[in-house]
């Protein structure tokens, strides 16, 4: 019996590492554009909870939001709480919320025009939730920063 072994030796040329990068806020969040979004999607079929979505657009100086939970069918409540949170330069902070419920329908749907101090980030983020008896889901979103600029 013959045993044939084949080795094959690398040789990798190491040299000195990159500089590293620190993340600017910029690369987090772009000042040119004018709408953030986000969708939660539950992973079963059959869910309760069809999906729930978020947006956050500049508008002239104005900060739009719009958010939405919707059920796969009607149900005892549908909720919705937005927040709209204002970046201080070193964490988000709460600026505004809504805090919805919708009884039985298969959808909570809001939108909102807001005076905001201009030339900051703002974000949004998001519960949702459906309940029909003892049946509960929820989920939750949450978008980028956007720059509403000056």
């Known amino acids: 019996m013959i045993i044939l072994v084949l080795m094959q030796m690398t040789v990798l040329s190491v040299g000195a590492e990159p500089e590293r990068k620190v993340p600017m806020w910029e690369d987090f969040a772009s000042k040119k554009m004018k709408y953030v979004e986000d969708t939660y999607s539950p992973l079963s079929k059959g869910s ?30 549908v909720g919705l709480n937005i927040y709209l949170d ?9 600026y505004t919320y809504w805090k919805t419920i919708e009884y039985n ?26 309940e029909d008896g003892s049946d509960f889901e929820n989920g939750s979103t949450l978008t980028q920063g956007l720059m509403i600029p000056q």
């Open 48 to 77: 309760l909870m069809y999906h729930g979505y978020i947006k956050l657009e500049e508008n002239d100086g104005k900060a739009g939001v719009y958010g939405e939970t919707l059920a796969s069918r009607d149900a005892d409540e």
């Open 86 to 94: 204002q970046y201080s330069g070193v964490a988000y902070n709460n």
């Open 105 to 130: 329908t298969s959808m909570n749907i809001k939108s909102y025009m807001v005076s905001v101090p201009q030339g900051y980030y703002y974000r949004l983020h998001a519960y949702h939730y459906v």
